[in-house]
């Protein structure tokens, strides 16, 4: 296994630990639905990682669909269930801004980052790994100073922007796998 003391694993939500809801969005416990082998991975990674925190992008908020208190209720039943399967996620962090408002907190930008790295202030960006399953979150991985592994299957991102891609992997799950194999 390769080690990754002192690594902080930063993870994008929809795409990566949950389906993701075309051209909508999880607005409620019951819609999050947690991809196979996520509870697994984060086992391992609760293992090999110093921190773990999720960068989700939430503008459901922003255009009234869901509240603060909903998106409250999401992460805690899901963290309750990462806890209870042996694994970790140390925080989450989310921007509810409009896609529009070009936020400093909304990914690609790494607002996030800066908040996850004021929290944890041990965080090293050139020791971090950005997993996400979009072009935003490869953004958002390099413009911080990461390594960043796309998960999912858009290869035309990987294809177009081999730059901004160092990782490809189908999942998560085959993500632990490589790194336990190492």
Known sequence: MQSFAGYTLFLDRDGVLNQRIVDDYVLKPEQFVVID?????LK??????EHIVVVTNQQGIGKGLMTEDDLDAIHTMFLNKV???GG????????????????FNRKPNIGMAL???KDFANIRFNRSLMVGDSLSDMKFGKHAG???VLVGND???????????DYCYSTLHEFAKSIVNL
């Open 44 to 49: 391992v990674f609760s293992s090999i990682f």
């Open 155 to 165: 290869y035309d991102v990987s294809r177009k922007y081999p730059h901004l891609v």
């Open 83 to 85: 806890s209870e399967c």
């Open 115 to 117: 908040q996850a790295k």
């Open 37 to 41: 082998g996520v509870f697994e991975a």
């Open 146 to 148: 990461m390594t960043t």
């Open 88 to 103: 970790r996620i140390d925080k989450i962090y989310f921007c509810p801004d409009l896609a529009s408002a070009c936020s």
